[in-house]
């Protein structure tokens, strides 16, 4: 691994000279370029710029809480520098005229940008099997994937080809592949991270949020990235709290909620559940209580999920025709018809396609009322079901995910399967609400998998979900571990 491969670590041993920023930055892109061709987790590597910024750190020119740490950001979020693909041949080159508002925030800290991560198509997908490029492996074992659809900014991390990624999260596309990479994930309460610069799949749902080793890294990375910003019209005008203040705070008089629902879930494999209620014993230990919740619509979450996201994603991704934005065919045509079909055919990919086409139906004539509004109705009752369960706890701890890392192909042909690996997910953005993921143990084969422990607060409950993950991590060794890649 890399000689300092957390946020914090890296921050401070750059501070006292034990390394340089150069050093560090040279050692990553190092990593990169030996292990990346089986990983597979970057679509675009930058060491030009990367090495310019580390050096500028050295110099005195550049400081803040990242300064010289080097960082991952998925190909969905805008930057000057480079291409912003989405994983997709629709947009394979275009190149942004301005920054994201959080990789703005993430320069003005010191970070070092290393390169931009796969992902599926569009944030469309559970496995980072659907980008048009090439399917991200798992660290832990590279037969299987890395979770989705920021499969790439987990899998860089796992791998220490940084020390901190970004992603977005849209129904679980930040804390499923966390789970299954065995690192932390955050998906903070909708409006708490700017969305300026990601380009849009489900806009209603999507936040972006960092993947680090701890729940220290992470507050350092929602203090840098959190907050108001005037060009999102969702974003919410909140103070923003220091996620750090409270991270050494004592769980007594916490209340995790444990909701019947979730325990109740089809398809949970055995060692997940055991590694989640070994960590929910631990937090009785710590002086938590324990208490029984309900979340009654939860059943519901995924089909409504999957009739609001496609919706969405039938407008936002309109404007991809081949004259407004990206791919263009080079076949002749006789009209513009023609134009727009050729273009839309060679540039989606299946999956992509296929939600465009259920977005479309669901929001057509005769069927808007019945689909669309129904769902959103749905949205409400679960909205509602949170409100209510957060008057009896703090939190609501369950399983990341259903299973470990499946392995590539495995559900490839089955997209209802795949839509299953988001059922612990889905629910969390539909109501807006912050979650989070860390490890909390690996399953027993030959070739131990992570396995992830989810953690969902109220709205801006970011510090409290914080502090019951430092809590945790201070009396497990999880989140210490780290693949073996040759």
Known sequence: ??????????????????ISAVELTRSVLERIEKLDERVKAFNSVYPELALEQARAVDEGKRSGPLAGVPIAIKDNLCTTWGTTTCSSRMLKNFHSPYDATVVQKLEAAGAVFVGKTNMDEFAMGSSTENSAFHTTRNPWDLERVPGGSSGGSAAALAAGMC???????????????AALCGVAGMKPTY????????????SSLDQIGPFTWDAADMAVMMNVIAGHDPRDSTSVNEPVADHAATLDKPLEGLRVGIAREFKLADGMDPAVEKAVDEAIAIYRKLGAQVV???????DYGIAAYYVIAPCEASSNLARYDGVHFGHRTAEPVKD????FSRSRAEGFGDEVKRRIMIGTYALSSGYYDAYYVRALKVKTLIKRDFDEAFKSCDLIACPTTPTPAFKVGEKAADPLAMYLCDVFTVTCNIAGVAGLSIPC??????????IGLQL???????????????????ETDWHKRRPVLA
């Open 1 to 18: 691994m890399l000689p300092f491969d957390t946020v914090i670590a890296a921050r401070e041993a750059i501070a006292s000279r034990k």
């Open 441 to 450: 143990g690996f399953t027993s084969d030959a070739n131990p998998l992570p």
């Open 163 to 177: 020390c901190a990624s970004v992603g977005s999260d849209t129904g679980g596309s930040i804390r499923q592949p």
């Open 292 to 298: 029984d919740v309900t979340l009654p619509h939860t």
């Open 191 to 202: 409006g708490r991270v700017s969305r300026y610069g990601l380009v849009a799949f489900a």
């Open 336 to 339: 513009i018809v023609e134009l």
């Open 456 to 474: 969902l607060g109220p709205a801006f409950s970011e510090p409290r979900l914080l502090q019951a993950a430092a809590a945790y991590q201070r």
